[in-house]
Nanobody
C-alpha cells in the first residue's frame, strides 16, 4: 500500500493550495479517503474525508475553506485549500480507511493507511 502526497510548499497568507495524494495497493474505490494535519507540538487533527460514494465531510477549520475530491480512475484524492492563514501551517497527511466514520469521529488511531505527509507553510 502506498499513499504519496504532493503539492505542499510555501504559500502566502490568503492564498490557495491544492494537495494531491496518489494511492496504490488497495481497492481505492472501496475506501474512504481523508486528510489530517499536524502542527509542531499539536495533535494530529482530522480535516476532511470523502467516502466511497463521494460524500464529503469537513471538520473544524476546514469547513468553508477546504474542498476534498476524489478521482476513482486515477486513484487520487485532492484537497483544495483556500484563504490560508498562518494557523494552517502543518504537515498534511493523506489517509485511507474503510469506514468514513473514522474521520468524522477524528479517530486518528483507527486509520488504516497513512501517507508520509507533505509540509504546508503559510507565511509572507
Amino acid at each position: 500500500v502506498q499513499l504519496v502526497e504532493s503539492g505542499g510548499g510555501l504559500v502566502q497568507p490568503g492564498g490557495s493550495m491544492t494537495l494531491s495524494c496518489a494511492a496504490s495497493g488497495f481497492p481505492f474505490d472501496k475506501y474512504a479517503m481523508g486528510w489530517f494535519r499536524q502542527a509542531p507540538g499539536k495533535e494530529r487533527e482530522a480535516l476532511s474525508c470523502i467516502d466511497a460514494l463521494a460524500g464529503t465531510y469537513y471538520l473544524g477549520t476546514a469547513k468553508g475553506r477546504f474542498t476534498i475530491s476524489r478521482d476513482n480512475v486515477k486513484d487520487m484524492v485532492h484537497l483544495q485549500m483556500n484563504s490560508l492563514e498562518s494557523g494552517d501551517t502543518a504537515k498534511y497527511y493523506c489517509s485511507a480507511d474503510l469506514n468514513y466514520l473514522t474521520y468524522v469521529r477524528g479517530d486518528t488511531y483507527r486509520v488504516q493507511y497513512w501517507g508520509q505527509g507533505t509540509q504546508v507553510t503559510v507565511a509572507s
